[in-house]
T-cell receptor, first 115, second 112 residues
Framework: DAGITQSPRHKVTETGTPVTLRCHQT?????MYWYRQDPGHGLRLIHY???????DKGEVSDGYSVSRSKTEDFLLTLESATSSQTSVYFC??????????????FGPGTRLTVT | DAKTTQPTSMDCAEGRAANLPCNHS???????VYWYRQIHSQGPQYIIH???NNETNEMASLIITEDRKSSTLILPHATLRDTAVYYC?????????????FGAGTILRVKS
């Protein structure tokens, strides 16, 4: 599982409240990613990080912000949650395979419901 | 970004080979094809990837056409545990690093 944990695993919150999701890794990987997955769809990239304090936007970044103050933690914040942000959120890290190529390893996901 | 097109669903008999097709006609020359699968609501799991050549590992084989516009994932002896959503993905370059562009995937049902 590449040592990835996400917290919380489930959360229900009200529209307009701030929410922070945490991704934690134990293997010192440089790249970390946040995706969201909606019913019937594949994953879509929200933000990613290429090092401490280095982040960039993905394809669906509106309404989300991220922070990475240390290698092991990548935080995703919804400043003011909306119902359209109800989704399953997956964190991923980029790990090197034995043949020198790369793959992304995914965490177990956080199911967020905004009422 | 390059897009992928896959069948919505497929069935396969247990013990038989499962052949999952994918079209990626707009893929660029330096973009890799990756396959992941997702079982229930777990995080996606890496299966295999390739650029131009066919690839094989302990899980599957990947056949890429010479023009790179399509590929096929082959699970040689499907089991019930292979029932999952299979994603054909193009890895594209970003300003820093790469990203995986997911499509909607194929639901593979392996039946006994």
């Amino acid at each position: 599982d590449a040592g990835i944990t996400q917290s919380p695993r489930h959360k229900v919150t009200e529209t307009g409240t701030p929410v922070t999701l945490r991704c934690h890794q134990t293997e010192n990987h440089r790249y970390m990613y946040w995706y969201r997955q909606d019913p019937g769809h594949g994953l879509r990239l929200i933000h990613y990080s290429y090092g401490v304090k280095d982040t960039d936007k993905g394809e669906v970044s509106d309404g989300y912000s991220v922070s990475r103050s240390k290698t092991e933690d990548f935080l995703l914040t919804l400043e003011s949650a909306t119902s359209s942000q109800t989704s399953v959120y997956f964190c991923a890290i980029r790990g090197e395979r034995h043949d020198g190529s790369y793959e992304q390893y995914f965490g177990p996901g956080t199911r967020l419901t905004v009422t | 970004d390059a897009k992928t097109t896959q069948p919505t669903s497929m069935d396969c008999a247990e013990g038989r080979a499962a052949n999952l097709p994918c079209n990626h006609s707009t893929i660029s020359g330096n973009e890799y094809v990756y396959w992941y699968r997702q079982i229930h609501s777990q995080g996606p799991q890496y299966i295999i990837h390739g650029l131009k050549n066919n690839e094989t590992n302990e899980m599957a084989s990947l056949i890429i056409t010479e023009d790179r516009k399509s590929s096929t994932l082959i699970l040689p002896h499907a089991t019930l545990r292979d029932t999952a959503v299979y994603y054909c993905i193009v890895r594209v370059a970003m300003e820093y690093g790469n990203k995986l562009v997911f499509g909607a995937g194929t639901i593979l049902r392996v039946k006994s």
